[in-house]
């Protein structure tokens, strides 16, 4: 193992329970997938895949990262894609369940860094290795009053020397903190994506 800084990326879809639960299994069996393939697609920064997650990806990069605005464009994209999907599938659908979709489920977006990342190879996957993976995924149980967002790290900013609001430009950041009693406080910033949300 060779660890290395790593940004992780977890496009994570909220609703998710009570969707499969509302739905019957065909509709769900083919929406769920179907979305999680069009984020993988709608990655355009060169994010690597270690894991998909029932309703998550876990994307990661390591080496040089992605400028901040390259970063939030991609999460910008990740959202209005997820959206234009959704509408694509509706389309498609004969079910009346169909047109709930874009009720329950919504889209939210973790971003940390971690300076050491390693990766191992499991069968033909890579299974990363780190407390910052760990960090990460408590990142994903945190009590924002919100069901779709862009989580940043304090980890993450910190790499960034950018004024944040010049690239955040429908909303303004939010601090607020994670405490987990094996980690301890994690500090982040988040942003409401529904402003975003194509009509």
């Not at 997820?82 to 169909?98: G, W």
């Not at 390693?118 to 760990?134: F, P, R, T």
Request: charged share 25%; with cysteine.
């Amino acid at each position: 193992m060779n660890p290395k800084p790593t940004l992780l990326c977890i496009p994570d879809i909220s609703g998710f329970t009570e969707f499969m639960s509302k739905v019957d299994f065909d509709l769900g069996s083919k929406v769920i997938p179907s979305l999680l393939n069009n984020i993988i697609y709608s990655n355009n920064i060169g994010l690597k895949i270690s894991e998909i997650e029932g309703d998550a990806v876990l994307f990661y990069k390591q080496g040089k990262l992605p400028s901040f605005d390259d970063l939030i464009n991609q999460c910008k994209k990740f959202y209005t894609d997820f959206y234009f999907h959704i509408d694509e599938l509706i389309k498609k659908e004969d079910s009346a369940r169909a047109k709930d979709i874009p009720k329950i489920l919504g889209l939210k977006i973790i971003l940390h860094f971690g300076e050491e990342i390693a990766h191992v190879k499991v069968g033909k996957h890579i299974k990363l290795i780190g407390e910052d993976v760990i960090t990460a995924h408590k990142l994903l149980k945190n009590d924002i009053a919100k069901n779709e967002y862009i989580l940043l790290s304090e980890k993450l900013l910190a790499q960034f020397n950018e004024n944040f609001n010049e690239v955040i430009t429908w909303e303004k950041l939010h601090n607020d903190v994670v405490y987990d009693e094996h980690v301890g406080e994690i500090r982040l910033q988040y942003i409401d994506l529904s402003p975003l949300k194509p009509v």
